[in-house]
T-cell receptor, first 110, second 113 residues
């Protein structure tokens, strides 16, 4: 069973702090990795994709991938209350489907 | 900005009835997907579709489910005889290339009573 693991949280950070979200995956053949944000009752919204080892930055978001450790992370700098949501890690194992983790709930307090 | 559109936003149906959930993927995308999310649980893959045929399907996607691209714009999911446990949010997604970013529609909340 190909698994994607995330801490369910909640992860609580004060406004302006860095939020660090982590994800591990079991299938070494995984090829592409995504972070989605999901507000309660809404659909997943893509915020980052990463395909190769290292860091990828987009605005306040940085995705980090370490294939040797089977580990993906998302850093959110200068966290805002509007960032409060559930963050879903999704992995593509080479077939045309995404395997999602259960998500980490992030709470940013003013 | 292009987006995936799903209709209806909410569907209530009686157990045993057939439902069709509709999706309009992003216009130049070639890969289409259905996912579902039972309340409080994770997003689960149902099926992927490319070049007018199913590419992958999960164990959930049994004989009660089918997908169709009836014309150049719509992508549908049919559940032939709904069960109570089919109650969930159903998300359609599309991507432009294989194994790249998938963009999700706003979802259809299916309630089976």
């Amino acid at each position: 069973q190909k698994e994607v693991e995330q801490n369910s949280g909640p992860l609580s950070v004060p406004e302006g702090a860095i939020a660090s979200l982590n994800c591990t995956y079991s299938d070494r053949g995984s090829q592409s990795f995504f972070w989605y944000r999901q507000y309660s009752g809404k659909s997943p919204e893509l915020i980052m994709s990463i395909y190769s080892n290292g860091d990828k930055e987009d605005g306040r978001f940085t995705a980090q991938l370490n294939k040797a450790s089977q580990y993906v992370s998302l850093l959110i700098r200068d966290s805002q209350p509007s960032d409060s949501a559930t963050y879903l890690c999704a992995v593509n194992t080479g077939f045309q489907k995404l395997v999602f983790g259960t998500g980490t709930r992030l709470l940013v307090s003013p | 900005e292009p987006e995936v559109t799903q209709t209806p936003s909410h569907q209530v149906t009686q157990m045993g009835q057939e439902v069709i959930l509709r999706c309009v993927p992003i216009s130049n995308h070639l890969y289409f997907y259905w996912y579902r999310q039972i309340l409080g649980q994770k997003v689960e893959f149902l099926v992927s579709f490319y070049n007018n045929e199913i590419s992958e399907k999960s164990e959930i996607f049994d004989d009660q489910f089918s997908v169709e691209r009836p014309d150049g714009s719509n992508f549908t999911l049919k559940i032939r005889s709904t069960k109570l446990e089919d109650s969930a949010m159903y998300f359609c997604a599309s991507s432009g290339q294989r194994n790249t970013e998938a963009f999700f529609g706003q979802g259809t909340r299916l309630t089976v009573v």
